[in-house]
T-cell receptor, first 112, second 115 residues
Framework: AQSVTQPDIHITVSEGASLELRCNYSYGATPYLFWYVQSPGQGLQLLLKYFSGDTLVQGIKGFEAEFKRSQSSFNLRKPSVHWSDAAEYFCAVGAGDDKVIFGPGTSLSVIP | NAGVTQTPKFRILKIGQSMTLQCTQDMNHNYMYWYRQDPGMGLKLIYYSVGAGITDKGEVPNGYNVSRSTTEDFPLRLELAAPSQTSVYFC??????????????FGPGTRLLVL
């Protein structure tokens, strides 16, 4: 069965610093991969997704993610974090059917 | 274009009470989903629907029921509320299969407390 792990429960970075959030998945074939962001008190919003082609994917708000098949990873990056990026980030995998499996989330705090 | 709307925003229930969480989307999406979010657990799928009149169980369906009489509405019913159902509930929709790369659009959530 497919699964998603996000090893970091909580990360704190200073404003202007770079960010990398880790995501590992378990799935036999090429997965459909997503990163969603949840701001406090809000629903989830798609940041970016990957399902084929270029393994480096650009998203909204200056985020990017890289699919590495050999490592079963889909890490999210941003070169310079803004205070407004403080939120919960969820990695998710689709297995080609109706459903998407979400990881447990990584909470990001930003120090001004 | 309001997207996905959910009511109520917050509710307190007593054990054994029942309630319906409302979800409406105005994007003419065929697929709709109900998730619950518990701290440190991510989102768990409760039920989903691939179109009006068609629903199916997700990962954690026990204690819940759904119906889909129209494309726009997908209510979630709790018949006998239990403390284990204290959670934040999210409704989402998509045009086609989310598991094949389609974006899901989420509502703002309903926070439910069962005492």
């Amino acid at each position: 069965a497919q699964s998603v792990t996000q090893p970091d429960i909580h990360i704190t970075v200073s404003e202007g610093a770079s960010l990398e959030l880790r995501c590992n998945y378990s799935y036999g074939a090429t997965p459909y991969l997503f990163w969603y962001v949840q701001s406090p008190g809000q629903g989830l919003q798609l940041l970016l997704k990957y399902f084929s082609g270029d393994t480096l994917v650009q998203g909204i708000k200056g985020f990017e993610a890289e699919f590495k098949r050999s490592q079963s990873s889909f890490n999210l990056r941003k070169p310079s974090v803004h205070w407004s990026d403080a939120a919960e980030y969820f990695c998710a995998v689709g297995a080609g059917d109706d459903k998407v499996i979400f990881g447990p989330g990584t909470s990001l705090s930003v120090i001004p | 274009n309001a997207g996905v709307t959910q009511t109520p925003k917050f509710r307190i229930l007593k054990i054994g009470q029942s309630m319906t969480l409302q979800c409406t989307q105005d994007m003419n999406h065929n697929y709709m989903y109900w998730y619950r979010q518990d701290p440190g657990m991510g989102l768990k799928l409760i039920y989903y629907s691939v179109g009006a009149g068609i629903t199916d169980k997700g990962e954690v369906p026990n204690g819940y029921n759904v119906s889909r009489s129209t494309t726009e509405d997908f209510p979630l019913r709790l018949e006998l509320a239990a403390p284990s159902q204290t959670s934040v509930y999210f409704c989402a929709s998509s045009t086609t299969l989310a598991g094949k790369g389609e974006t899901q659009y989420f509502g703002p959530g309903t926070r439910l407390l069962v005492l």
